[in-house]
């Protein structure tokens, strides 16, 4: 069996079982909403394992060890809280209301946006910081609106994931996330001009956001 095709089948059972259980077990499940939770996630760690690359080494990853440890402490739980508290809670999003249906759709929009910008960037997708020698300056979809859409995609699919749940703690870790990936994306455009120089500032100039439309 493919070697990615094994960690996506042990990814997904295990975020499965911690859905399962967080979001109080068979009755998860037998809500519609509960299923297409759970899929949309098979469907996000199928996208991640298959497309970001580990990276190489470089000098302008070694300054983001600590920056992915704690967005790693932020991912990990925020599997199982957004769940925990669609058992435990009534409020103050309405369980199984429209709101958590526009979840839905809004998680699997951040999923497919962050399929075409890693198929886009293909091995240059990766956890470290670093440009390969050949690597060329990808520009098109979606590139072309947003220069971090995979950050932009990140933040849509947990915004989705928060309001599918009607979690407001969610929500909130989302904010916590943010500020993380301001400061890596510093660390990448200096990279970037650095490798690129004069191409990544026209192309800088040409993408009016950086990673949030309209704000950022």
Do not use: C
Request: net charge positive; aromatic share 14%.
């Amino acid at each position: 069996m493919n070697k990615k095709l094994m960690v996506w089948i042990i990814t997904t059972a295990i975020a499965w079982i911690i859905i399962y259980f967080a979001g109080g077990g068979i009755s998860f499940i037998l809500k519609s909403l509960g299923v297409l939770y759970l899929y949309t996630w098979a469907i996000w760690f199928l996208v991640i394992i298959s497309y970001r690359a580990k990276g190489s080494p470089s000098k302008y990853h070694r300054q983001q060890t600590l920056i992915l440890t704690l967005s790693s402490m932020i991912m990990v739980p925020f599997i199982i809280i957004p769940p925990w508290e669609f058992s435990q809670f009534s409020g103050p999003i309405p369980r199984d209301g429209y709101a958590a249906w526009i979840g839905i759709i809004i998680f699997a929009i951040g999923v497919f946006i962050q399929f075409l910008s890693m198929r886009a960037l293909q091995s240059g997708f990766g956890a470290r910081l670093s440009v390969k020698r050949s690597q060329p300056l990808i520009t098109s979809i979606p590139y072309n609106i947003i220069r971090h859409p995979g950050y932009f995609s990140h933040i849509l699919a947990m915004l989705g994931a928060s309001l599918a749940m009607s979690s407001i703690l969610g929500i909130l870790m989302i904010f916590l996330l943010i500020p993380l990936l301001v400061i890596r994306i510093n660390d990448e455009e200096a990279m970037l001009l650095k490798v690129f120089g004069r191409k990544y500032s026209n192309y800088q100039k040409k993408t009016k956001w950086r990673m949030l439309p309209f704000v950022y």
